[in-house]
C-alpha cells in the first residue's frame, strides 16, 4: 500500500488525459467540464487503495474507480439543478453554465459512461461490481429523493436524517471501497468490513459537509456557504437546534425555514446563530466524530497488517479535518 497521494496522482493522471468529447459537442463538453473541475476524487482514490490493502496493484482497479467518479459527478450535476445551486467547486454549474436541458442529458449519458468501465473486467468481476454497482446506484436516487421530500416535511426524525444521508452519499463511498476489495478477490468478510469502514466514514463525512455549508470559509469551501439554510434543508444541524435549543429560538427557526426571501443573506447569519446558541454546531461534531470512530471499529476486523490499518486510519483522520 502506497501513500494517498500516489493514488490521487493515478486518478488524475488519468483524468488529465481523457477525452471525451466528441459529436454532438453539447453532450459530451459539460461532462467534460465537470471532470476536470478535479474536487476532492475521495471515492476513486479509495477503490485504488481498497485493491492494494488486499495486494492487488492498484491499477487493476482503475477502471472499477473511474466508474465510481464519473457516477458520483453524475449525481452531482442532477443533484445542482434540483437545488438551483450555482457554483460547484467553486465553478459555474453546469445548468449555469449551459442550460438545464444540455445538463440533464450529458448527466444521463455520463451514468451509462461510468457502466461501461465495468466492461475492462472477466465475467466474474465485472458481475459482481455491475451488481453493487446497480444497488448502489439506486440507493442514491432513493437518498435524494428523500432529501427533496423532507423539505416539505416538518416532522423529520434524525433516524431518518440519518437514513438519507446514508444513502444518498455513504454508501458510494462505501461501495467505491469494496469495488477496490472485489477486483482484489479478496474474502466476502474483508470486503464487508471495508464496504463498513467505508459507509461510516461517509456519514462522518456528510455530517460534516453539512457543518461547513453553514460554518465553512466561503474562500476554501468551493459551494455556496448557506446553501442549505437557503434551500429550508432539515440537516443534523437544523434537527439538533430543534432538539436541544429554547422554545423562541425553536419557533424561529421553524418559521425560517418556511421562507424563501430574496436577500437570504440575514435568514442565514440568523439561522447560523440559532445553531450556535442552541449548540447544534457542538452536537454535529460529536456526531460526526461518533461515525469516523465507527468506521475505525472495522478496521480492527480486517484481516490485513497493521500498517495498513493505520494507513487507512490516517486516511479517515485527514478527511475529518478538512475544510473543503
Not at 493522471?13 to 468529447?21: G, K
Not at 466476502?188 to 455530517?207: C, K
Not at 440575514?266 to 445553531?275: D, G, L, Q, R, T
Amino acid at each position: 500500500m502506497q501513500a494517498i497521494s500516489h493514488y490521487q496522482q493515478v486518478i488524475s493522471d488519468y483524468f488529465n488525459a481523457l477525452s471525451v468529447v466528441k459529436d454532438p459537442v453539447n453532450l459530451y463538453e459539460p461532462a467534460a467540464y465537470i471532470l476536470s473541475l478535479g474536487g476532492k476524487r475521495m471515492r476513486p482514490v479509495l477503490t485504488l487503495m481498497a485493491a492494494e490493502i488486499f495486494n492487488a496493484d492498484c491499477k487493476e482497479a482503475l477502471p472499477a474507480a473511474v466508474a465510481v467518479e464519473i457516477f458520483h459527478n453524475f449525481s452531482l450535476v442532477h443533484d445542482d439543478i434540483m437545488d438551483d445551486a450555482p457554483l460547484r467547486r467553486g465553478k459555474e454549474t453546469v445548468h449555469e453554465k449551459w442550460n438545464t436541458n444540455t445538463a440533464i442529458l450529458s448527466g444521463d449519458a455520463m451514468l451509462i459512461m461510468a457502466y461501461r468501465y465495468f466492461e475492462a473486467y472477466e465475467p466474474e468481476t465485472f458481475r459482481d461490481l455491475a451488481k453493487l454497482f446497480s444497488k448502489t446506484a439506486l440507493e442514491v436516487c432513493e437518498g435524494q429523493q428523500w432529501d427533496v421530500d423532507f423539505e416539505e416535511r416538518n416532522d423529520v426524525t434524525v433516524p431518518e436524517y440519518l437514513k438519507m444521508i446514508e444513502y444518498k452519499t455513504a454508501v458510494l463511498v462505501g461501495a467505491a471501497m469494496k469495488m477496490g476489495a472485489i477486483v482484489a478477490n479478496t474474502s466476502q468478510e474483508n470486503a464487508d468490513l471495508i464496504y463498513d469502514f467505508g459507509r461510516n466514514l461517509g456519514i462522518a463525512f456528510q455530517l460534516q459537509d453539512d457543518y461547513l455549508d453553514a460554518f465553512g470559509d466561503p474562500e476554501t469551501f468551493g459551494k455556496q456557504v448557506g446553501g442549505d439554510i437557503i434551500e429550508n434543508k432539515k440537516t443534523y444541524l437544523y434537527l439538533m437546534a430543534l432538539h436541544h435549543g429554547d422554545d423562541a429560538g425553536k419557533e424561529q427557526l421553524k418559521e425560517l425555514f418556511c421562507l424563501q426571501p430574496e436577500n437570504s443573506d440575514e435568514k442565514v447569519e440568523i439561522v447560523k446563530n440559532i445553531f450556535t446558541t442552541s449548540g447544534a454546531d457542538a452536537q454535529t461534531k460529536k456526531a460526526i466524530e461518533e461515525y469516523t470512530l465507527k468506521a475505525f471499529d472495522m478496521l480492527e476486523k480486517l484481516d490485513i497488517d497493521d500498517s495498513k490499518k493505520a494507513m487507512l486510519r490516517a486516511f479517515g483522520e485527514n478527511l475529518m479535518q478538512r475544510k473543503v
